[in-house]
């Protein structure tokens, strides 16, 4: 196949959406460690509630608990978002699960099937992992300063062009249509996904969001275990919390309330 490596336009993108608030400043990067990182110093320095940062390529992409995220140039989509929502801080959790919705919505609109969420943070096609979410907030302790959502979405990333280490568990949308996706088109459709699924959060619309996300999640009933840094627990998922924290009924018949941990299924 005979793939083109268009840069990302954000002057397109800009024209294209019509949003309330995300993207009215889009921050736009050839080459940077991390769209994350660069949104953490914009927001440090004032960037307002919705401004976004866009990176050709990142040089460490950053996954969850010390993981990377492998990020070659022009094939594939690394945004952040900066958010200044005035929710509690405990409630931060909610725009992972706000964003995986966003992220769903926008690949099942150009596939012909639905993805599946993998708490907390994994979108997942055909078991493979399409795209990653990763959510760091700085707060005070009555308020959020601000949240960064940090999104990678595999697009035109061919399994040549992935190294060995995730070649058997990533897949892309061009391994799965056989087709390059318009970056830019795609990237509209997630950020204009993204808007309208912050405004509902803020206007007290989580029970709708949380509607949509059960409805790609698949581990409802099923028993897993629970890698967390410091241990593991194995038992069947209840569901979710309204802070987003997910519900075990632990193997000694407890329940519990996981807030961060990758979750492994067992009778999948
Ligand atoms: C995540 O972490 O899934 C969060 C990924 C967030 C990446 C975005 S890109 C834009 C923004 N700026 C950043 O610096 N980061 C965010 P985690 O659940 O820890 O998954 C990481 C694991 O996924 C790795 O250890 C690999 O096994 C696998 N992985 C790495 N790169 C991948 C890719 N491109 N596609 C699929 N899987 C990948």
Redesign the pocket.
Known sequence: MNLSHESLSPDEIQRAISTGRLGKKIHYFGTI???????QALAKQGAADGEI?I?EE?T?????????????PYL?????VILRPKISPTLAPQFTLMSAVAIADTVQSILSFPPEIKWP??ILVDR???????TESSCEPDRILFV?I?????LN?SREM?PE??QE????VLILTQRQVDRNAFTCRLIQSLDQCYGELENGGFASIMQRWDSYFRLRGKNVTVEMPDRRVSGRVEGIDTDGALILMGEGGGRERIVAG?VIPIDY
């Open positions: 460690p991390s769209t994350n990182l660069k949104a940062v990176a990142q460490h992409g950053k996954g969850r608990m010390g993981r990377g995220w492998v990020s070659p594939n989509l690394y945004l952040s943070n994994d493979k992992k399409i795209a990653g979410v990763l960064i940090g999104i990678g979405i595999n990333f992935m280490s995730i568990k990533a897949t892309s990758d």
